[in-house]
């Protein structure tokens, strides 16, 4: 059976929607520190759970007997610079306890979500290689590329099968995302709908690379289906899809909606922003597992608006 961590959160709510319908509901067990919408809650088994309180872990993992586990749970770069301690806390702790459920065969495979932010201010912007200088400039980033490091050393050390996707930006409309510098790319959408226009807090030339959350959870899904042989990258694999800054998706919203006005005001998330990749090689993962993005700005934008209208 599959658990997933922070099944509330923006990655986690879509993602136990898609392996409930991949498997059966009662396969995949959903699990957060609080409850979430009813789409999840009514659609399968929920617990309560902190996801750094091992013990309560490991009685969840025994009593649904559980193989996979998707660790979603973290806080985010943004909230993560108000709260750093609380961040390396929930954002390491929680790692260590499901390398340790895998370590000791509780469980048999792990994925785990890696992110841009693992990169900072000296890694080459333009293509960011899959190998390349990481000099993360904020907690979050630390803690992405510190849980790396340890997923790669569980790997070689005691064979535990984690798998890992470096998550660019990433758009969705069914759940709001919580304390990303991402979040712009998200919230636009609902104040274009809401009220015509949007104020940024992004400059309006910050050039990020950015994925429309079907594209992400197909990832997801594939790199934990794909045989065992083919993961070659046991850090976590560069995913790419799109990259687009604050004035190109304001244009793509006026193509629908004319009468939308941005203005920009940056707030301390520009320096997080700054300090990330404009855009991602993923060649690896391309040849290592097939992947391949769907979703253009268009294409996004088009769905969003679509989903979000009624
Ligand atoms: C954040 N959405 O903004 C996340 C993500 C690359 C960005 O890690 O913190």
Not at 10 to 24: K, N, V
Not at 201 to 214: G, Y
Request: overall charge negative.
């Amino acid at each position: 059976n599959i658990l997933i961590l922070g099944a509330c959160g923006q990655i986690g709510t879509e993602l136990t929607l898609a392996l409930r319908q991949e498997y059966s509901n009662d396969q995949v067990i959903a699990s957060d520190i609080r409850e979430g919408g009813e789409n999840l809650m009514d659609s399968g088994p929920f617990e309560i759970l902190d996801a750094t309180d091992y013990d309560a872990l490991e009685e969840i993992v025994a009593y649904y007997e559980i193989d996979e586990v998707y660790l979603m749970a973290a806080m985010l770069s943004a909230t993560a610079e108000k709260f750093p301690m609380r961040a390396w806390n929930l954002n390491m702790n929680s790692l260590f306890n499901v390398l340790n459920l895998a370590k000791d065969k509780k469980i048999s495979s792990i994925f785990w979500p890696s992110s841009i932010a693992v990169f900072g201010p000296n890694t080459p912007k333009m293509n960011t290689p899959q190998h390349t200088i990481m000099e993360p400039s904020t907690v979050y980033g630390i803690s992405k590329q510190s849980g790396e490091r340890w997923c790669n050393y569980y790997h070689h050390k005691y064979g535990v099968d984690v798998r890992s996707i470096r998550y660019p930006g990433l758009i969705s409309w069914k759940t709001m995302p919580g304390g990303g510098t991402t979040d712009y790319a998200v919230e636009i959408y609902h104040k274009a709908l809401s009220d015509g226009e949007y104020t940024c807090f992004l400059k309006e030339d910050t050039n990020l690379p950015m994925m429309f959350m079907d594209d992400a959870i197909r990832a997801t899904m594939a790199i934990m289906k794909t045989d065992i042989t083919n993961i070659k990258e046991r850090s976590s694999y560069n995913l790419a899809a799109m990259s687009f800054t604050p004035d190109q998706i304001a244009r793509s919203i006026k193509q629908s909606i004319p009468d939308f006005t941005i203005t920009y005001n940056p707030d301390f998330r520009q320096r997080i922003a700054d300090s990330w990749p404009n855009s991602i090689d993923d060649t690896e993962a391309k040849a290592d597992w097939g992947w391949k993005a769907e979703f253009d700005l268009e294409k996004t934008t088009n769905e969003m608006l679509r989903n979000l209208k009624h």
